[in-house]
């Protein structure tokens, strides 16, 4: 079974949005929501800091709290991949997720349901890249199998530095940043 992930190389990111714009048009986000978003972070200091721009999105957790709150059973453990998932028919839009992730990447949908990304599993199932991945104009987006030694994911992991957000929570994300 595939264990899907996302690599984002935040020497190559450049703060376009072309992700953010691609996620709202590719599934319907409604206006002031947002499933993916920009975050600048900024370290280091004078004379060498260092701006990183990153991509931020649910983290399909390995371990995640979403799912294990979940009173209903709507926020869920795709079969395929391990993508995390809401039911939106199921979901009574209690925000026990919202509240449980540390990560902020869920909102209620205006319609009364948790959303979030799903890293386009519609898209993936047909072979194609989630669509944040396939417009980077600057290719810094990589998804795939973060089990298979052999994919682009898992190379780039092997040769280069990276981090997660927030590894204290221990909720093991498949969102990895590349440093410069």
Not at 77 to 96: E, Q, R, T, Y
Request: contains cysteine; charged residues 20%; proline residues 8%.
């Amino acid at each position: 079974m595939a264990r899907l992930g996302m690599v984002i190389d935040t020497a190559k990111c450049v703060g376009c949005s072309d992700c953010v714009v691609a996620c709202k048009a590719e599934n319907g986000v409604p206006a002031g929501f947002f499933r993916d978003w920009l975050t600048e972070s900024l370290r280091g200091r004078f004379p060498t800091p260092h701006l990183e721009l990153r991509s931020e999105r649910c983290n399909h957790c390995d371990d995640p709290p979403c799912v294990t709150c979940c009173p209903t059973g709507a926020s869920h453990v795709h079969p395929w991949g391990g993508v995390i998932l809401v039911d939106h028919d199921a979901c009574v839009g209690c925000k026990a997720c919202i509240a449980s992730c540390p990560y902020n990447a869920r909102f209620l949908h205006p319609e009364g349901y948790a959303d979030k990304c799903t890293f386009c599993i519609h898209r993936v199932e047909k072979g194609q890249d989630p669509a944040c991945v396939s417009v980077c104009p600057t290719r810094c987006m990589y998804f795939g199998d973060l089990d298979d030694p052999e994919s682009e994911v898992s190379k780039l992991l092997a040769s280069r530095r990276s981090h997660v957000l927030l590894p204290e929570a221990g909720t093991g994300p498949r969102v990895i940043y590349l440093t410069a």
